[in-house]
């Protein structure tokens, strides 16, 4: 229990931050018409690509002579890069579509 | 120097996020959003690729080039070549691939810690009987790991249902107590692993990393078992809530390295995911729990359809053209089946044909038409049908009453009136289009086979309602035809 509790004071600047970028994720979505579900969707699908940092961080750290680690960083990588390409590329191909007219 | 510069960095990534999803949200700024979005992501990467401090060795920047490389090509060509009318399948792919990326993250950690910390593991125990593991890291991991498997394992099935790999959905023998238990024993040997470290002794008292793997299998598995007993129609209720599942892996992997810009990003689609999963269920009147834990075709549909039946009618293209022509308002209801036959271009040639004979011509559009909401928006927008053309279900109901002939294009159980009078029926109580309310009710199916939640359609005897069968595209190029030789 004591462990919990010096973990939340420990970590309070953290906790306020995600508490918050909820609420944000929660307004910025309020009010959305139907017709851009689907685009929204996609869109935030290549934003969760963020992921992609924190693989390229891996890679930046691993040592040399580890290559399980080297491999799967390098297959993180790819992945994340597909996730945030692909969807970003796809999103605005969907949006392209509404312009038009 | 360097590291103040990425963290601006990570605060541009962090605002841009937020203001392009906020932008994507209106119709007129959406495609800048989505653009703003994309350069604060490459803000972020290149920050943190060029603005590392320390030293790295060039072979490890060429394996990161190389990976990135290879990624965008692949992923800037799917993304360019895939039909419209796969776009479903598409999101669910590429959110599999974040959340695999998030977990082999956690592996690569969870393999570094293991190298690195055990020795101390070993010693503080043996000397002082207490050996705190650190707890925050070893939630981030494992949680990362977990949620990261789950959303790709899911995905996958997710995407090989709506492609038609996987077309029933399959129900093992209590599939809900099964996954009940199956994510009991992830979560507990989660708890059990950051309690302990992570790491357990042999019997020869060696130590082995090698519950990281079981936990890995248990996710990946509890992923396969949560998708495969949901129904096709339910499929853009699961992709939505596995993508705010990515992103929740994603804000673990910034709790790891104190990431903002992960952090944000992360929760951002965690948090906007999760309403948007809530705000599909609302548009079919389903609650969440029951699309997860009891899916479509069970006790409910296996109890016999509807008993009364009357009469079928059909109608030739002949007189379905002369009912169109002196029509004064007709309403078309696109459905799936519209898109999967090809048939949204034919559809804009009949209504451009229409309003130039002088009949006035809508769409009506279900939230859940397609198979994600929004959907057929994006496919019939690809074929130049104009914004304002298509109508929301609460704006065109009210005009059904002065409608004169209603087309119904490959759509079924948005149209359904069992929705509103069957209370056996799995689909009573979702908000429907209101069809039966016009003078014509007109048909275009293939066949009598029943829709995508698998239930029959009464809508179909009434004594309104015609069936004008054939494949969507053949037939509306064929009543075109027909439209283009009178007057």
Redesign the interface.
């Given at each position: 229990m004591r462990?919990i509790l010096s973990?939340i004071s420990e970590?309070r600047e953290?906790i306020y931050?995600?508490v918050l970028?909820?609420?944000?994720?929660?307004e910025?979505?309020?009010?959305?018409?139907?017709?851009?579900?689907?685009?929204?969707?996609?869109?935030?699908?290549?934003?969760?690509?963020?992921?992609?940092?924190?693989?390229?961080?891996?890679?930046?750290?691993?040592e040399?002579d580890?290559y399980?680690?080297?491999g799967?960083?390098?297959?993180?990588?790819?992945?994340?890069?597909?996730?945030?390409?692909?969807?970003?590329?796809?999103?605005?191909?969907?949006?392209?579509?509404?312009?038009?007219? | 120097m360097k590291h103040n510069i990425l963290e601006i960095c990570y605060l541009i990534g962090s605002v841009t996020f937020i203001m392009g999803l906020k932008m994507m949200g209106n119709a007129k700024t959406a495609r800048k959003g989505n653009m703003v979005g994309a350069l604060g992501m490459t803000i972020a990467i290149l920050g943190t690729i060029f603005l590392h401090e320390g030293e790295v060795s060039g072979m490890i920047y060429g394996l990161i080039f190389g990976a990135i490389a290879l990624g965008t090509i692949i992923g800037w060509m799917t993304a360019k070549k895939v039909q419209m009318t796969k776009m479903p399948e598409l999101v669910s792919m590429f959110n599999g691939m974040g959340g695999a990326c998030a977990a082999l993250i956690s592996l690569i950690e969870f393999n570094h810690y293991y190298h690195s910390e055990f020795p101390k593991v070993v010693l503080n125990a043996a000397i002082t009987g207490a050996y705190h593991p650190p707890y925050g890291f070893l939630i981030a991991v494992f949680a990362g790991l977990v949620i990261g498997s789950i959303s790709f394992s899911g995905s996958v099935i997710a995407f090989l249902k709506l492609n038609g790999t996987m077309d029933k959905p399959i129900r093992l023998p209590a599939y809900n107590i099964v996954n009940l238990v199956v994510l009991i024993i992830t979560f507990g040997l989660l708890a059990f692993m950051v309690y302990s470290g992570g790491i357990i002794l042999t019997n020869d008292l060696q130590p082995s990393g090698i519950m990281i793997y079981a936990l890995l299998a248990l996710a990946l598995i509890y992923g396969i078992l949560f998708t495969i007993p949901i129904g096709g129609a339910d499929m853009p209720v699961v992709i939505s809530l596995l993508n705010s599942f990515t992103g929740l892996a994603a804000a673990f992997g910034g709790f790891l390295y104190d990431n903002k810009v992960m952090l944000t990003g992360g929760i951002l689609v965690g948090s906007a995911g999760t309403l948007l999963t809530v705000i599909m269920c609302k548009a079919m009147n389903r609650s969440l729990g029951s699309v997860i834990f009891g899916a479509f075709g069970g006790s409910t549909a296996a109890a016999g359809g509807p008993d009364v039946k009357g009469s079928i009618k059909d109608i030739q293209v002949s007189d379905l053209a002369v009912l169109m022509n002196y029509s004064k308002k007709v309403v078309i209801v696109p459905g799936y089946g519209l898109a999967v036959a090809q048939a949204q271009h034919v559809i804009h040639e009949l209504e451009l044909l229409l309003e130039e004979r002088g009949v006035e011509v809508k769409y009506a559009i279900h939230p859940v038409a397609g198979r994600m909401p929004g959907h057929m928006n994006v496919l019939l927008a690809e074929s130049n049908v104009s914004y304002d053309k298509l109508v929301e279900m609460d704006d065109i109901n009210p005009e059904f009453e002065q409608t004169d002939v209603v087309l119904i294009v490959g759509a079924n159980d948005v149209v359904n009136p069992a929705a509103k009078t069957d209370p056996s029926s799995p689909i009573y109580g979702m908000p429907i289009l209101e069809v039966d309310r016009a003078k014509n009710i007109i048909v275009n199916k293939r066949s009598m086979s029943a829709g995508y939640a698998g239930i029959d359609n009464l809508l179909f005897y009434d004594p309104k309602c015609s069936m004008f069968f054939g494949d969507a595209k053949k037939a509306l190029t064929e009543l075109v035809a027909e439209l283009k030789t009178m007057e």
């Open positions: 462990e973990f970590n953290m931050f995600v970028s909820i609420f944000v994720g929660i910025v979505i309020g009010g959305v018409p139907t017709v851009l579900h689907t685009p929204l969707m996609s869109g935030a699908n290549a934003i969760h690509g963020v992921v992609i940092v924190g693989a390229i961080y891996v890679m930046l750290h691993v040399m580890n399980l680690g080297l799967l960083g390098f297959l993180a990588v790819l992945l994340g890069t597909l996730n945030v390409v692909g969807g970003f590329v796809v999103t605005d191909r969907m949006l392209e579509m509404f312009k038009k007219k | -």
